[in-house]
């Protein structure tokens, strides 16, 4: 991995010399592609292991095919230095790849790479997995090393271990399953209030209360509790201050405010790849499971909140190439920080709080959970 850390390190270097001659798909592949590819373990240059223009149905080519044992197992399909990577060529490639019966498939202009698993049956831009961007515009406080990690996923040594394999089968089978048990604790079916009836051993219980119950819970630990986005009240005065000092009518003037300004959840989740979608939920159930009907969430314009108390504890950002989270803790007071946490106390953000963890991986979200704990009680 260190060749490519060094490759990408490289590449970055002379971008803007690159973005200035307006490299078109040619020169894109010899001059960012080939080398990536090269530092991933591929050799280009050798037809066996990577073969170019690999023929489709209908007289069309994909640019590259990477073959273990001879056998293509990623196609990859080059486009000019920072072309847009439209809908219509991710369905394209898509369908080559699930009709030829290739697993993996990228779309890449050489700075974002999109990986794709062809054969899930979803429309074509949902079978997107995971999304690398190497513009420094996009992963700024990302180190290299970071980047270089989630591109080894499709490395040759790690596509031959079948390591995206396991991983693709994971994500998209937690969204599947997850997505099954909203449908059915939004309405629970007779024969699933009757099992969880006979689970409880309790006779009285009625098949309404069960299903309130469970919108209970569920509301709180599954799809969350969508909150209006609301501004921030005065600061300066304590709360039983603010109160006394805020008129009546004032006080129902604000609360028409909250109830006016909502943002739509779609908003932060549309587009986003399938293991950035697992992650957010991940995050959602933790933070709502910390204290189970006092936390609430605030679908906000750049963020989701998370509250307890009327006070927020937890901010996330949902991007591309992971989730930013937001929390309220003080980097110098940590022991032994995450190397994905930066202190922003000193930089301008519109999350909130003072501490921001780029989480991409659910290793991380699994070491977040104690700072995002920490960050509750310290808000309590």
């Known amino acids: 991995m260190t060749k490519l850390v060094q490759m990408i390190e490289a590449i970055r270097a002379k971008l803007e010399g690159y973005r200035a001659l307006s490299l078109k798909e040619t020169p894109t592949r010899t001059i960012v592609i080939d080398p ?21 149905v209908g007289g069309g080519a994909v640019d590259y095919a990477l073959k273990i044992n001879a056998k293509p197992v990623l196609l990859v399909e080059a486009k000019p230095l920072d072309d847009m990577l439209k809908v219509r060529e991710i369905a394209q490639l898509v369908a080559y790849a699930a009709n030829a019966g290739i697993r993996w498939c990228i779309l890449t202009n050489g700075l974002t790479w999109q990986v794709y698993k062809s054969t899930e049956e979803c429309a074509a831009p949902e079978k997107l997995m995971f999304e690398v961007s190497l513009d420094p515009r996009d992963t700024k406080n990302l180190s290299v090393q970071h980047l270089a990690e989630h591109m080894w996923r499709f490395s040759r040594e790690e596509m031959a271990k079948g390591t995206l394999d396991a991983l693709g089968e994971q994500t998209f089978t937690d969204g599947k399953v997850r997505k099954a048990l909203d449908s ?3 309405d629970p079916p007779p024969r699933f209030i009757n099992m969880v009836k006979g689970a409880t051993g309790d006779e009285s219980l009625f098949p309404q209360r069960i299903r309130e119950s469970i919108a209970r819970i569920w509301g709180h630990i599954g799809m969350g509790v969508m909150a209006p986005a609301v501004p921030a009240p005065p600061t300066g005065l304590k709360q ?3 109160r006394t000092r805020r008129s009546e009518g004032a006080r129902k003037a604000w609360e028409a405010r909250k109830a006016a300004i909502t943002y739509d959840e779609a908003r932060h989740t549309e587009g986003k790849p399938q293991e950035v979608l697992e992650l957010y939920r991940g995050l959602e159930r933790v ?28 901010g996330v ?22 190397v994905f946490a930066t202190d922003v106390s000193g930089i301008g953000h519109w999350g909130g709080g003072q501490l921001r963890l780029a989480v991409s991986n659910l290793t991380q979200l699994q070491e977040s959970e104690a700072l995002i704990r920490q960050s509750l009680e310290a808000r309590s």
Do not use: H
């Not at 930013?324 to 803790?329: E, P, Q, Y």
């Open 36 to 56: 990536l590819l090269e530092a991933l373990g591929w050799d280009v240059r050798d037809p066996a292991e990577v073969q170019l223009e690999y023929p489709t």
């Open 184 to 186: 059915i604790m939004r």
């Open 317 to 338: 950002s949902v991007q591309k190439g992971g989730l930013r989270v937001f929390l309220w803790l003080k980097y110098s007071k940590l022991v032994n920080p995450p």
């Open 240 to 242: 039983g201050a603010r």
């Open 287 to 314: 933070c709502l499971s910390l204290r189970p009907g006092a936390v609430e969430k605030i679908v906000k314009k750049l963020t989701v909140t998370y509250c307890c108390g009327m006070r927020a504890f937890c």
